[in-house]
């Protein structure tokens, strides 16, 4: 029968640790607390989970399999009613594993900041209890953060696959890959994903998932860290999403682009820049790229000769106020923008006709910048296809 130790959790919430046997380093004390403590994991492999009895199985034999030992598993489990716990307590035979049952449901954010304050491994990396990693993801990362250490954290792409895990069709969801790119994007959508992240803990004990949010709690965390810490992502599969109907992104999802909205406000007013509903409304669609509908997905309105007049000025002001308060790295933010104004002007012309779009394109303070983004998209592309598609 495996030990239970019951000790007092965040916000009163009792929690019950079970350990199958005593691990192979010392609990956590104000001793050992040092990443580089004596006995103490080089990584702590964090999952989240709340009714997540359908996939932690796979979730766990994937950690579990790596080929990099020198882990902890620790597993959160919310107060989930279904047989999470029991499936989570299967796997206490290896003393790897650490698993924290909740006696009440806090939250995702909330378990994941409890997570890190029992985390004691120099490094956090983060996996979703319905998705899986492949086997040399920890060895990856690590090597990776190891040979640069200017980097907090670092993420990589992800292969999709179903509700019966299997891949969907070579399905692959990219991210930028280089620390200034991936900076930019977060102004558009979150650049990094959480189940492939592996961050250095020192960082995370200064910032906290965000309780008040809900979703996206992610998204809002990567964003608030970029103005002081880098992040890069590995151009391979190093974790596998999973698509299936129960997921928070799907059955949420008009309330997580609330959120977004959210998001993108607070760091429009980093920047000093004023903006409404309808503002922030253009702003999502501006890089959206998925289903090129010729109208605004919330209001119906079309992508049209006013539209493309709107993003000329919004871009325009998002590159001068940049430029006058430097939170998002240069050339990168102009390439970024670049990019949507081009995007922009395919999905206007739709409607307007390419005639009265080239004149706008013309006429367009970003015009200067789309040659040197050019030859630098060029270069990125052939990295990639050459297969040295490694951030610096």
């Not at 029992?118 to 996996?127: H, N, P, Q, T, V």
């Not at 008040?212 to 151009?235: G, H, V």
């Amino acid at each position: 029968m495996p030990r239970v130790e019951r000790v007092d959790g965040a916000a009163e919430n009792v929690i019950i640790r079970v350990l199958s046997k005593p691990m192979p380093w010392p609990m956590r004390t104000a001793s050992n607390d040092c990443p580089h403590a004596t006995g103490a994991p080089r990584v702590t492999v964090l999952i989240a989970a709340f009714q997540a009895g359908r996939y932690i199985d796979e979730a766990i034999e994937s950690v579990l399999a790596q080929t990099f030992h020198d882990f902890e598993l620790l597993i959160i489990d919310d107060a989930s009613t279904d047989d999470t716990s029991n499936r989570v307590c299967a796997h206490t035979g290896d003393p790897r594993v650490c698993a924290i049952t909740h006696i009440r449901n806090i939250g995702r954010a909330a378990s994941r900041n409890h997570g890190i304050d029992l985390a004691r491994g120099e490094y956090i990396a983060f996996l979703d209890a319905d998705d899986r990693c492949e086997s040399s993801r920890l060895e990856q990362q690590l090597a990776y953060l190891d040979s640069h250490p200017e980097i907090t954290g670092v993420g990589s792409w992800m292969a999709l696959i179903d509700e019966q895990g299997n891949r969907l069709d070579d399905q692959i969801y990219s991210l930028p890959l280089e620390p200034d790119h991936v900076a930019c994007r977060m102004l558009f959508e979150c650049s990094l994903a959480q189940p492939a992240m592996m961050v250095r803990r020192y960082a995370l004990s200064s910032y906290r998932y965000d309780t008040d949010i809900a979703l996206a709690e992610d998204y809002e965390l990567w964003a608030r860290m970029i103005t002081t810490c880098r992040f890069a992502n590995l151009a391979e599969p190093l974790t596998c999403y999973r698509r299936h109907a129960e997921q928070v992104s799907v059955n949420q999802l008009h309330a997580q682009q609330h959120v977004d909205f959210d998001i993108y406000g607070r760091q429009l007013a980093r920047l000093g820049i004023t903006y409404d509903q309808q503002d922030l409304i253009r702003h999502e669609c501006v890089f959206k790229r998925y289903g090129r509908k010729p109208v605004l997905e919330h209001t119906g309105a079309p992508l049209d000769i006013h539209y493309l007049r709107w993003c000329n000025a919004w871009l325009s002001e998002l590159r001068a106020a940049n430029a006058q308060y430097r939170i998002y790295p240069e050339p990168a933010l102009s390439d970024m923008l670049v990019s949507c104004w081009i995007f922009a002007c395919r999905k206007a012309a739709r409607n307007s006709g390419w005639l009265r779009v080239a004149a706008e394109f013309m006429r367009s303070e970003l015009r200067s910048a789309i040659v040197p983004f050019m030859k630098r998209h060029m270069k990125t592309r052939l990295r990639v296809r050459g297969g040295l598609a490694r951030p610096d």
